[in-house]
């Protein structure tokens, strides 16, 4: 029964990741472009994807990140938002780490978000400043827009972590506290 369970799982990770993926793709669609890049909602939808999937949330957050640079026109970035944005929902989602009541504080919700951001910051900043690119001087540029992206994902982000419906959902870091409900619940 324990291998059914498993595979069970596996299969709403996977269909979680596609639909999330699919999500971060539209929320990064949704933009308002700037001189270097666009400010957009997928950050939000990472945020959201980070709390419900845990670390995996690396792979909707760079798989439909990177596919809306590729429409987009942003072949360039491609691979720095791939790596910037999958560590965003990798790192995010241990920082999302459930307490033994299987819940995670404000402070920790704000501290996740905030450290994230502050990836996706200064990601781009270095990518941005590289020769290559545009140099330091330009990158400069995208800080505050960047900075203003990662502010509404924040405040958009924290909201959506209080929907119950989200708490049903959360697959790969369900605490054993969880499983003991689960356990409790059958007995």
Known sequence: MSNKNNNKNNLKIIAYSGVLAALVFVGTELHIPTAIGHINLGD?????SSYILGPLAFVPAAIGSTLAD??????Q??????????LMGYVAGILLK????????????LYASFITELI??????????????????????????NG???SAAI?????????????KYQ?????????????????
């Open 44 to 48: 939000l939808v990472i945020l959201v």
């Open 70 to 75: 590729l429409l987009a026109g942003y072949p």
């Open 77 to 86: 970035y491609a691979v720095a938002t791939f790596l910037i944005k999958g």
């Open 98 to 109: 459930r307490n033994v009541q299987g819940k995670v504080s404000l402070v920790r919700k």
């Open 120 to 145: 996706m910051i200064a990601g781009y900043f270095a990518f941005e400043s590289l020769p290559f690119m545009y140099g330091v001087e330009a990158a400069l540029g995208s800080v505050i827009p």
């Open 148 to 150: 203003i992206q990662a």
């Open 155 to 167: 405040v958009g982000a924290l909201p959506l972590m209080y929907v119950k419906l989200f708490d």
């Open 171 to 187: 697959l790969s870091q369900n605490s054993e506290a969880h499983k003991n409900k689960q356990k409790t619940a059958v007995s």
